[in-house]
Nanobody
Framework: QLQASGGGLVQAGGSLRLSCAAS????????MGWFRQAPGKEREFAAA????????YYADFVKGRFTISRDNAKNTVYLQMNSLRPEDTAVYYCAVRRRYSGGYDYVGNYDYWGQGTQVTSPA
C-alpha cells in the first residue's frame, strides 16, 4: 500500500529525493514517517510530518540535511536528502503513524510499511 522510490547510488555530498506513494487507501489524514535500516542494525527514525505538513520532526543525524514534505492531493510523502554521507547508506522506509503511545520517533507507532528503497553513498 506504500511504495517508496527514488533511492540509488550517489557520491558523498550528493542529493536524492525519495517519494512514498500510497495506493488503495488515502493516508492524507495521518501523520507519516521515514525510517531507515542499515545492514545489521535496527530500524531507526529519520523524519516525520504532521497531517497538514506544517510540522516536521527530524532525527539529530539528519537535521539541516534532510527535509520531509507531503502532498496530500497526490497521497505522497517526500524526503529530500542533501549532503549525503556514507553513514546514510541504508534501506529507507515510509510508514503511517497509527498509534500515539510513544513519541513520533517510536517505530511501534507506525504501520503499512512499504518495501523500502536502497540509498547508497559510498565512502
Amino acid at each position: 500500500q506504500l511504495q517508496a522510490s527514488g533511492g540509488g547510488l550517489v557520491q558523498a555530498g550528493g542529493s536524492l529525493r525519495l517519494s512514498c506513494a500510497a495506493s488503495g487507501r488515502t493516508f492524507s489524514t495521518s501523520p507519516m514517517g521515514w525510517f531507515r535500516q542499515a545492514p545489521g542494525k535496527e530500524r531507526e527514525f529519520a523524519a516525520a510530518i504532521s497531517v497538514s505538513g506544517g510540522t516536521a520532526y527530524y532525527a539529530d543525524f539528519v537535521k539541516g540535511r534532510f527535509t520531509i514534505s507531503r502532498d496530500n492531493a497526490k497521497n505522497t510523502v517526500y524526503l529530500q536528502m542533501n549532503s549525503l554521507r556514507p553513514e546514510d547508506t541504508a534501506v529507507y522506509y515510509c510508514a503511517v503513524r497509527r498509534r500515539y503511545s510513544g513519541g513520533y520517533d517510536y517505530v511501534g507507532n507506525y504501520d503499512y510499511w512499504g518495501q523500502g528503497t536502497q540509498v547508497t553513498s559510498p565512502a
